[in-house]
T-cell receptor, first 110, second 113 residues
Framework: GQQVMQIPQYQHVQEGEDFTTYCNSSTTLSNIQWYKQRPGGHPVFLIQLVKSGEVKKQKRLTFQFGEAKKNSSLHITATQTTDVGTYFCAGDDGSEKLVFGKGTKLTVNP | NAGVTQTPKFQVLKTGQSMTLQCAQDMNHEYMSWYRQDPGMGLRLIHYSVGAGITDQGEVPNGYNVSRSTTEDFPLRLLSAAPSQTSVYFC????????????FGPGTRLLVL
C-alpha cells in the first residue's frame, strides 16, 4: 500500500533559524496536505497542494509539491516559539484514504 | 457549530473490556474517519466512512468495529480491549473526502491495563 516517509523525525532549532521538513510518497499523489499539531492538541489543517510543482506561501511558511507529485516540503523562515509542534504531511493517492507521514517534531529554543 | 466532538477525553480499561469511543460532527460532512496516534508512528487510519451506511477498513482495523447509521455520528467500538490498543484516538471529518480539509476532534486518550 501507499507509504509516506517524512524526515527528519525531530528538529531542534534556535529561535530565528530556518526549518525544513520533507515528505516522500511511494506513489503519485492526487494532493498532499500539511497539518500542525501543538503539544497536547489535535492536528490542524495548514494547506493543500494539488498541482505539480506548486508553491504556496503562508507568511513565513513555504510549501512545495514536487514535479512528479511524489514529494513535498515545508519550510519555515526565521522560526518563532509559536512554531513549536509536530508537522505532518498527508497524501491522497485517489483511494479515499489519507496516509500520514510520521511527522517532524519541531522544538524552538528562545 | 461545535465542529467534531469526541467522548470521553480519557478512559482506562482492563484487558478484555469493551467500550465505544464516540465521535460526532455538526457540519453535515459526508466523510469521517478514525486514526490512532502512537509515539513515533504518526497517525494511522483505522476505519473510514464516505457516507451514512458505508464504512471501510483503513491501515490498522483489527480489533475495532465501526458503524455509520447517521451522517453525524461515527462511533468506534473496541470489542475486547488489549494493551496494544493503548493510544490516542482521533476522529476526523470532511465535506466529501480526502481531497479536502480534514477537521479533527480533540482526541480520546485510552489506556488499557
Amino acid at each position: 500500500g501507499q507509504q509516506v516517509m517524512q524526515i527528519p523525525q525531530y528538529q531542534h532549532v534556535q529561535e530565528g533559524e530556518d526549518f525544513t521538513t520533507y515528505c516522500n510518497s511511494s506513489t503519485t499523489l492526487s494532493n498532499i496536505q500539511w497539518y500542525k499539531q501543538r503539544p497536547g492538541g489535535h492536528p490542524v489543517f495548514l494547506i493543500q497542494l494539488v498541482k505539480s510543482g506548486e508553491v504556496k506561501k503562508q507568511k513565513r511558511l513555504t510549501f512545495q509539491f514536487g514535479e512528479a507529485k511524489k514529494n513535498s516540503s515545508l519550510h519555515i523562515t526565521a522560526t518563532q516559539t509559536t512554531d513549536v509542534g509536530t508537522y505532518f504531511c498527508a497524501g491522497d493517492d485517489g483511494s479515499e484514504k489519507l496516509v500520514f507521514g510520521k511527522g517532524t517534531k519541531l522544538t524552538v529554543n528562545p | 457549530n461545535a465542529g467534531v466532538t469526541q467522548t470521553p477525553k480519557f478512559q482506562v480499561l482492563k484487558t478484555g473490556q469493551s467500550m465505544t469511543l464516540q465521535c460526532a460532527q455538526d457540519m453535515n460532512h459526508e466523510y469521517m474517519s478514525w486514526y490512532r496516534q502512537d509515539p513515533g508512528m504518526g497517525l494511522r487510519l483505522i476505519h473510514y466512512s464516505v457516507g451514512a451506511g458505508i464504512t471501510d477498513q483503513g491501515e490498522v482495523p483489527n480489533g475495532y468495529n465501526v458503524s455509520r447509521s447517521t451522517t453525524e455520528d461515527f462511533p468506534l467500538r473496541l470489542l475486547s480491549a488489549a494493551p496494544s490498543q493503548t493510544s490516542v484516538y482521533f476522529c476526523a471529518s470532511s465535506f466529501q473526502g480526502v481531497q479536502e480539509t480534514q477537521y479533527f476532534g480533540p482526541g480520546t486518550r485510552l489506556l488499557v491495563l
